[in-house]
Nanobody
Framework: QVQLVESGGGSVQPGGSLTLSCAASGTTDTIYAMDWDRQAPGKSREDRELVAAITRSGTTTYGESVKGRFTISRDNDKMTVHLQMLNLTPEDPGVYYC?????????????WGQGTQVTVSS
């Protein structure tokens, strides 16, 4: 089992910045990738969209709308993933969820944090 605890959400004005963090604990040696997903206001869990992902080796992937503004990084020693968000826009708000993809044997598992709220408002 993997447990994820997110922190760092809040409210900023357009153009502002926030950094989210996700700390993993438990069987973290099974994790091969971690990512941040956004559930926009009024959208369902099924509509969560990928914001950014990072593999254990450091390969990163970004959603089109955040490229050049968001940066995902990973501290493997502390099993923590950070999402630096710059130049936030009114299209960025939502609940941001940390996800860990793990593999045990031939079976993949997804673990989710409780989510952290991001609000962008003037």
């Amino acid at each position: 089992q993997v447990q994820l605890v997110e922190s760092g959400g809040g409210s900023v004005q357009p153009g502002g910045s926030l950094t989210l963090s996700c700390a993993a604990s438990g069987t973290t040696d099974t994790i091969y990738a971690m990512d941040w997903d956004r559930q926009a206001p009024g959208k369902s869990r099924e509509d969560r969209e990928l914001v950014a992902a990072i593999t254990r080796s450091g390969t990163t992937t970004y959603g089109e709308s955040v490229k050049g503004r968001f940066t995902i990084s990973r501290d493997n020693d502390k099993m923590t993933v950070h999402l630096q968000m710059l130049n936030l826009t009114p299209e960025d708000p939502g609940v941001y969820y940390c996800n860990a993809a793990a593999r045990i044997g031939l079976t993949d598992y997804d673990y989710w944090g409780q989510g952290t709220q991001v609000t962008v408002s003037s």
